[in-house]
């Protein structure tokens, strides 16, 4: 286990971000702020690629 000190803050970008976010905050005892961004990475790739092709969607 890589020691942290206790006011990090792990950023989690995968699929699924659930289990991995989960998975490293109990790999820590809870001890860390873990934060995980998945499907809202995907969900803004997605408006982007489809507002580039001339979706009628906002991508801000």
């Keep these: 286990m890589i ?4 006011d990090v803050i792990v950023i ?4 699924p971000v659930e289990l991995v ?6 790999y820590y005892n ?5 934060f995980g961004s ?3 990475i995907d969900t803004y790739r ?5 507002g580039k ?6 991508i801000k």
């Excluded at 989690?12 to 699929?15: G, I, L």
């Excluded at 092709?53 to 906002?58: E, K, P, W």
């Design 3 to 6: 020691e942290l000190k206790p």
């Design 12 to 15: 989690a970008s995968t699929n």
């Design 38 to 40: 998945g499907t809202s």
């Design 46 to 50: 997605l408006n982007y690629l489809l």
């Design 21 to 26: 976010a989960q998975w490293i905050s109990e």
């Design 53 to 58: 092709h001339g979706a009628n969607i906002s």
């Design 30 to 34: 809870h001890r860390i702020k873990v």
